[in-house]
């Protein structure tokens, strides 16, 4: 939405980014989403607005990405209160900050909610689109150990799972 571009000063518009996925699609080049999300007061409004824009776009893959708040950034001067300057570097200090500093408004149990009604779509229909724009007929070619059970093994898992068939140039 513009209120979510202009907050991360993006100087875009949603019909830019639409039409540029649309440009992508006529010329047959995969057009990739990366979106954010935990931006400062955000809703579940605003990534219903999000997921009603993939859907209509239909970007050949989409990525949701959770803005992460890092020391020496803005973001970090205005939310992190100091957090690394005043506490120990443990893991558990440092997994808690980055778990619950974000300048959002949607509360973590909320969130998840939202992720677990809205992702399942999305993650089919990007695996899908991996899967389509690199065959699992190639992967042990492009993968290290190649032709290794492993890989063999995953792609035929895939594959069956997708209801194409793998071929095997061994």
Known sequence: TKKQLDRIKKNNTEKTNT???QLCRQAGIPAHAYMLTGLENETIADLNAQLRWIKKTKPT???????NIHPGTLLYQDYGDSF???????ESN?????????PTR?????RQAWMKRAFPHLILNNFKAIIKLNPPRYWKDLLPGRGS??????ASRIAKWLGVKVIDKQ
Do not use: P
């Open 84 to 90: 690394f300057e005043r506490n120990d570097w443990t």
């Open 19 to 21: 039409r540029a996925v």
């Open 149 to 154: 059970y492993f890989y063999r093994a995953l």
């Open 106 to 110: 949607i509360s973590a149990q909320s």
């Open 94 to 102: 440092v997994n808690q900050f980055y778990q619950t500093r974000l």
């Open 61 to 67: 893959t989409v990525q949701l990405s959770r803005i």
